[in-house]
Nanobody, 116 residues
């Protein structure tokens, strides 16, 4: 059974940085496309960043230049480095093992709150 466990969320001030992590078990991680999504109250879940097995990445326009997704295949872990955080980045962040078309398991989410 595939499991995704996020960690590293918290309360930070605007302009600061935070790194969240997602460790995957039960999957051939190095062959998986991984993604981070987020959802704020009253909004739809949105894609933040994605990384393929070869390391290609793509980002939402709202985070380009501020966020960086990376992976460590030796640790079965994907990271999201978030810099220059803004209050509008406040959301629950979800890790997703992306099988395409929304398929694949999700983590339980980690809360990121950015105060102004």
């Amino acid at each position: 059974q595939v499991q995704l466990v996020e960690s590293g969320g918290g309360l930070v001030q605007a302009g600061t940085s935070l790194r969240i992590s997602c460790t995957v078990s039960g999957s051939n991680f190095r062959l998986d496309t991984m993604a981070w999504h987020r959802q704020a109250p009253g909004t739809l879940r949105e894609l933040v960043a994605r990384i393929t097995p070869t390391g290609s990445t793509n980002y939402a326009d709202s985070v380009t230049g501020r966020f960086t997704i990376s992976r460590d295949n030796a640790k079965n872990t994907v990271y999201l480095q978030m810099n220059s955080l803004k209050p509008e980045d406040t959301a629950t962040y979800y890790c997703h093992l992306d099988k395409g078309w929304g398929r694949g398991p999700w983590g339980q989410g980690t809360q990121v709150t950015v105060s102004s």
